[in-house]
C-alpha cells in the first residue's frame, strides 16, 4: 500500500442528545470536531497528547480523552460534553460546590473536572479525600492548587451520605450562585459625572498613588517593582495557605 | 499536536482486520483504545498511513475464567478488568494491576492487547503478565496462531516479537493456587505517571512457581530468577538489602548506583507485599 487514501469519512453519532452526522477526516480528534465542528466550545483543549485530562468527555457514559479519541472512532456513539449536563442533579451540585469552594480560578481545567467529578461520584461514593485525589490525578489543574476541587467532590459525597439535607444543601448551594436580580433605579443621564457626583478618584484608588516616574533601565519600558514583607514565619504562611476561605477573602 | 492524516478501517471481525493488516504492511497499523498510539499520532511520532481498529470486534473483548487460567481478550479494557476486580478468582492480581494503570479516563479505552503491542518498558502489563507466566495468542492473516511466553514477548524497548502480518487475540493467565503470594508495586513521580521503577513477584508453592520480575528499564522486564529461588527456598532470611541490590546489578547491569537504589528499593516493597498479602 502505497497510495494514502484521504477520503473523508461519515460518521454518524449522539451528542448532548441530538443527533449528529457529518463527513470527518479520520485524524480529525473528537475534540476538535466537537470544539469547530459542532462549535461545543466547553471542551478544552490543553496538552493534545492526553495527559491533562481537560478536553474529558463522557463516550458512552464513560469519561475519555477526546484529543486522543477519534471522531471517526465514535460512529454510533453517545457523546455528553460539558454543555450537555443542564438537567443533571449532580452536575448542579457539582458547580455549586465548585462555586462555594473555590474550585476553580481560570476556568480552564473546569469542564474536564467536572466531567471526572461526576464519574467519581457515582463509580466510588463512598471515596475519602485521598481516594478522590488519587481519581483527580489524571486532571491538571495549574491554578488552585487542588484544595478547593477536592473539598467540593468531597462536599458533594458528604451531602450524599446525608440524603435528608441533599436536597437543601443543593438548594442552599444553588440559590448561593444565582441571586435574584433586584431591581434599582439607575442614574438618569449623564453616567460619568453621576459616578464623580458619588465616587471620588481617591476612593477609587483606595489610598494608593499613581506612579508615572519615567524608568531607566530601558527606554521606552515602564520598570514596576513590589514586594512586601510578611512578618510570620514561613510554616505559618504554609499553614496560611491551605486555608481557602482566609486566601480568598483576600 | 494534530496528527498527519491516514486511512481508518474499522474491523467488524479479526480475519478482516488481518487481511487488511497483511495488504497495508508496514504502512498499516492496528489501532486498539488509542491511548499510546493517539498520543504518538498527534506527536507526528507514528504515521501510519492506515489504522485499523480492532477495538470493537466482539470477539476480542471476552473475559473467560477457565478451569486453572483466565482467558482476556485483546481487546479488553483496564476499567473493564478494574471494576471486575473482585471476580478474577487466583488471579487477583489483574484486578489490582488494572486498577493502577494510568487514570480512569486512560483505563476507559486503553487495552490490555495495545499496551502489550506497545511494549512500553514502563508499562503495567508487560510486567504483570510475564511474572505471572501468562501466555499470549497471537493469529496471522493466513489464519495461522502461536503462543508467545509473555516473559519472552518483549525483545526489548517498544519492540516485540509481533510478526508485521500478526495481531494479539488473547493472554492466558495461569491461576495462582490458594496457598500463593503475589505483589505488585511500582514508583511514580506522579500518581497515574509512567513507572521510573517497577516490579512484580508471584510465590506458589502449591505450583513451585517463584517469580520476580523489574520494570521500567531501558528495555523489556528482566527476570530476577536467583533471588526468587533465594526466597522460596529460605524465606524472609533471603529477603536482604544486599541480596535485592545483587540481583538488581545482575538482572541490568547498565543501571547506575541510584537506578540501582531505586529499583531495588522497589523490588523489596513488591516482595514485602508478596510476605504479607
Known sequence: MTELNLDRKSISLVVNDRQVTAQVEPRLHLADFLRDHLRLTGTHLGCEHGVCGACTVLLDDAPVRSCITYAVACDGTKVQTIEGFEKDEDMALLRAMFSREHGLQCGFCTPGMLITSRDILRRLPQADERRVRVELSGNLCRCTGYKGIVSAVLGVIEAAHHPENKKSEVASAVAANHQEFTTFTPYAANFSSAIASTVSPEQLSEGASLDTAESTARKGWTHVEDGFVISLPPDRVWLAFLDLPLLASC | ?277
Open chain 2, 1 to 277: 499536536m494534530k496528527s498527519s492524516s491516514f486511512d481508518y478501517l474499522r474491523a467488524r471481525e479479526v480475519p478482516e482486520a488481518l487481511t487488511a493488516l497483511a495488504q497495508g504492511g508496514s504502512d498499516a497499523k492496528l489501532l486498539a483504545g488509542g491511548q499510546s498510539l493517539g498520543p504518538m499520532l498527534n506527536l507526528r511520532l507514528a504515521r501510519p498511513k492506515l489504522l485499523i481498529d480492532v477495538s470493537r470486534i466482539a470477539a476480542l473483548k471476552t473475559i473467560e475464567e477457565k478451569p486453572h487460567s483466565w482467558s482476556i481478550g485483546a481487546a479488553v479494557t483496564h476499567a473493564k478488568m478494574e471494576d471486575a476486580k473482585s471476580t478474577f478468582h487466583g488471579a487477583m492480581m489483574l484486578g489490582e494491576v488494572a486498577a493502577g494503570i494510568a487514570y480512569r479516563g486512560i483505563r476507559n479505552r486503553g487495552t490490555i492487547g495495545g499496551s502489550l503491542a506497545h511494549a512500553d518498558p514502563a508499562a503495567d502489563w508487560p510486567l504483570a503478565l510475564a511474572t505471572l507466566a501468562a501466555v499470549i495468542h497471537l493469529r496471522n492473516a493466513a489464519g495461522q496462531t502461536r503462543l508467545v511466553p509473555a516473559d519472552d514477548f518483549a525483545t526489548t524497548a517498544f519492540t516485540t516479537r509481533l510478526a508485521e502480518d500478526e495481531m494479539i487475540e488473547s493472554v492466558s493467565v495461569p491461576k495462582i493456587s490458594s496457598a500463593g503470594r503475589y505483589g505488585y508495586f511500582k514508583f511514580c513521580r506522579k500518581t497515574g505517571e509512567f513507572a521510573e521503577a517497577s516490579a512484580a513477584v508471584v510465590f506458589d508453592p502449591e505450583h513451585r512457581t517463584a517469580r520476580i520480575f523489574m520494570g521500567a528499564l531501558s528495555g523489556a522486564p528482566r527476570a530476577l530468577h536467583q533471588l526468587a529461588e533465594a526466597i522460596a527456598q529460605h524465606g524472609r532470611s533471603a529477603v536482604t538489602s544486599d541480596a535485592i541490590a545483587t540481583a538488581v546489578r545482575h538482572a541490568d547491569p547498565n543501571l547506575d548506583s541510584v537506578d540501582v537504589h531505586l529499583h531495588a528499593t522497589v523490588v523489596r516493597r513488591a516482595i514485602e507485599r508478596a510476605m504479607v498479602s
